[in-house]
């Protein structure tokens, strides 16, 4: 049984005790924008504002004021995204000042992450690995290590747990 299906006393049925309502005198509403006048769905902008967009999609007009209600009732930038059908960047650019993640350390740079070189020794396998990037010829002890790790590899079909120096 679905939670949108759960017969829950005191809620209207249909809905679930974590319905995000939307005010429906009727079920459609023109509203005045500084672009002119929108037309919104008032019951779509619902179902989407509570994951039920399944095969359709918001007009933009519809999305914006389904991340706006969103957004009031605290939901993380992430699943407001989801739920209205939008990249993150489009919500940044819609409301610059609360499309962000909550924490910094959810934050996406776009980059890969690199373990520092100063890491990287010679007589292992990433230090096999620096050789090829710089454009190296690698050391004799690289290559060993490297030899280690790929029989390894081929033996238990990881590179988890290979030796990290040759032996």
């Given at each position: 049984?679905t939670?949108?299906?759960?017969r829950?006393?005191?809620?209207?049925?249909g809905r679930?005790?974590?319905?995000i309502?939307?005010?429906?005198?009727?079920?459609?509403?023109?509203m005045?924008?500084?672009?002119?006048?929108?037309?919104?769905?008032?019951i779509?902008?619902?179902?989407?504002?509570?994951?039920?967009r399944?095969?359709?999609t918001?007009?933009?007009?519809?999305?914006?004021?389904?991340a706006?209600?969103?957004?009031?009732?605290?939901?993380?930038?992430?699943v407001?995204?989801?739920?209205?059908?939008?990249?993150?960047?489009t919500?940044?650019?819609?409301?610059?000042?609360?499309?962000?993640?909550?924490?910094?350390?959810?934050?996406?740079?776009g980059?890969?992450?690199?373990?520092?070189s100063s890491?990287?020794?010679?007589?292992?396998r990433?230090?096999?690995?620096?050789?090829?990037?710089?454009?190296?010829?690698?050391?004799?002890?690289?290559?060993?290590?490297?030899?280690?790790?790929?029989?390894?590899?081929?033996?238990?079909?990881?590179?988890?747990?290979?030796?990290e120096?040759?032996?």
């Open positions: 049984m939670t949108y299906d759960a829950v006393n005191g809620v209207p049925t679930h005790r974590g319905w309502p939307v005010q429906l005198a009727v079920p459609t509403v023109w005045a924008t500084p672009d002119g006048l929108v037309l919104l769905d008032l779509a902008v619902e179902l989407a504002a509570n994951g039920l399944k095969g359709w918001l007009t933009s007009d519809e999305a914006r004021y389904t706006s209600l969103l957004f009031e009732r605290g939901l993380p930038y992430s407001i995204a989801n739920r209205v059908g939008v990249s993150g960047g919500l940044k650019a819609w409301f610059p000042d609360k499309a962000v993640p909550a924490a910094p350390e959810l934050a996406r740079d980059g890969r992450k690199v373990k520092p890491d990287v020794r010679c007589g292992t990433r230090g096999y690995g620096r050789h090829h990037r710089r454009g190296e010829t690698p050391c004799q002890p690289c290559k060993d290590a490297n030899a280690a790790a790929d029989r390894f590899y081929r033996k238990h079909g990881t590179y988890i747990g290979a030796p120096v040759a032996a």
